[in-house]
């Protein structure tokens, strides 16, 4: 029942920006954190940015100062803005929300994944 759309994913210069976001169809209650990974080929999906029920906010070393996420809460949308793009950025990016649940573990709802490519 519940979805994440993802969209603005593309292929940007070095240095450019892309803002990525994830709409959720429906309503996810009991939200524990909502996120943005990324995986290219070879590599293990590594968590970007992450923001917590409350607000706070975790990044990568790799990308701080350089990607913000946030989220509208009227829009049900969660967003990546990714400045100062580099080769190394390229991937496909997931978005993900963990919910609580009655029991341990919690679960995990994925967008489908956009595609960013940087080009030197």
């Known amino acids: 029942q519940v979805q994440l759309v993802e969209s603005g994913g593309g292929l940007v210069q070095s240095g450019g920006s892309l803002r990525l976001s994830c709409a959720a169809s429906g309503s996810i209650f009991n939200v524990n954190a909502r996120g943005w990974y990324r995986q290219s080929p070879g590599k293990q999906r590594e968590l970007v940015a992450q923001?917590?029920?409350?607000?706070?906010?975790n990044y990568a070393d790799s990308v701080k100062g350089r990607f913000t996420i946030s989220r509208d809460n009227a829009k049900n949308t969660m967003y990546l803005q990714m400045n100062d793009l580099k080769p190394g950025d390229t991937a496909v990016y997931y978005c993900n929300v963990r919910v609580t649940t009655f029991l341990p573990p919690a679960l995990d709802y994925w967008g489908q994944g956009t595609q960013v490519t940087v080009s030197s």
């Open positions: 923001i917590t029920s409350g607000g706070s906010t």
